[in-house]
């Protein structure tokens, strides 16, 4: 699948997208690797089209606080080529994944001129704003079983994708408290685990743990 077939660019016609395979190049990586630490330079844009990323900092003490998992596809940390500013974060890939890397000071002369292109940008920037409004209610309003309900209800597409211990990592609590709540879960069958991973049995239960 090239470049210009993804839905966030399906709008160029075949020159456009002929013009964009020229400044994009796809790469692979391996779980754990890194695609950028907090200050560097944004010269690329990148888009995910397969895999896990995560984009996480360091508290006072240097536990790692992640603040959001992206799947594909999507783009990762666009807001810091449209303000052209160094990434605010670090993003490391949980999974084997696939980017493409696109020359941003390129696409911005040749594309960002045309109202579609903006347009699915600003839609994306969208979409991370409230994926920043769910961080700040997972760590600062919500109590841990809401927590816990609503993140498995919300990302069910990528759970036998993340163990306990890493979950427990997203949502800033221990294992050990992760633990005890699925245990809970389990008990009133709501959710299953096996070899660390989570299923849901029961979505309608899950739900109403965090809908009031």
Same mark, same amino acid.
Request: charged share 35%; net charge neutral.
């Given at each position: 699948?090239?470049?210009?077939?993804?839905?966030?660019?399906?709008?160029?016609?075949?020159?456009?997208?002929?013009?964009?395979?020229?400044?994009?190049?796809?790469?692979?990586?391996?779980?754990?690797?890194?695609?950028?630490?907090?200050?560097?330079?944004?010269?690329?844009?990148?888009?995910?089209?397969?895999?896990?990323?995560?984009?996480?900092?360091?508290?006072?003490?240097?536990?790692?606080?992640?603040?959001?998992?992206?799947?594909?596809?999507?783009?990762?940390?666009?807001?810091?080529?449209?303000?052209?500013?160094?990434?605010?974060?670090?993003?490391?890939?949980?999974?084997?994944?696939?980017?493409?890397?696109?020359?941003?000071?390129?696409?911005?002369?040749?594309?960002?001129?045309?109202?579609?292109?903006?347009?699915?940008?600003?839609? !994306?920037?969208? &979409? $991370?704003? *409230?994926?920043? /409004?769910?961080?700040?209610? +997972?760590?600062?309003?919500? @109590?841990? #079983?809401?927590?816990?309900?609503?993140?498995?209800?919300?990302?069910?597409?990528?759970?036998?994708?993340?163990?306990?211990?890493?979950?427990?990592?997203?949502?800033?609590?221990?294992?050990?408290?992760?633990?005890?709540?699925? !245990?809970?879960? &389990? $008990?009133? *069958?709501?959710? /299953?685990?096996?070899?660390? +991973?989570?299923?849901?049995? @029961?979505? #309608?239960?899950?739900?109403?743990?965090?809908?009031?």
């Amino acid at each position: 699948m090239t470049i210009g077939q993804f839905y966030f660019f399906d709008s160029l016609d075949e020159k456009e997208q002929k013009e964009l395979e020229k400044i994009s190049n796809k790469k692979k990586f391996k779980k754990d690797e890194i695609l950028f630490y907090r200050g560097d330079e944004a010269k690329y844009l990148y888009l995910l089209v397969s895999g896990i990323v995560k984009i996480y900092k360091h508290d006072y003490k240097d536990n790692e606080i992640i603040i959001h998992n992206l799947t594909a596809p999507t783009f990762i940390a666009e807001i810091s080529n449209y303000e052209e500013i160094p990434y605010p974060a670090n993003c490391s890939f949980e999974t084997d994944s696939e980017v493409y890397v696109i020359e941003y000071n390129e696409f911005k002369k040749r594309f960002l001129s045309k109202p579609e292109i903006s347009l699915m940008l600003i839609k !994306s920037l969208t &979409k $991370k704003i *409230k994926a920043l /409004e769910k961080f700040i209610n +997972y760590n600062i309003t919500a @109590d841990t #079983n809401i927590k816990i309900a609503q993140f498995l209800y919300e990302n069910e597409d990528i759970l036998d994708s993340l163990k306990q211990v890493k979950i427990a990592s997203i949502l800033n609590i221990t294992p050990e408290t992760l633990s005890r709540k699925v !245990s809970k879960l &389990k $008990k009133d *069958k709501i959710v /299953e685990n096996e070899k660390g +991973y989570i299923k849901i049995l @029961d979505h #309608n239960k899950l739900k109403e743990l965090f809908e009031f």
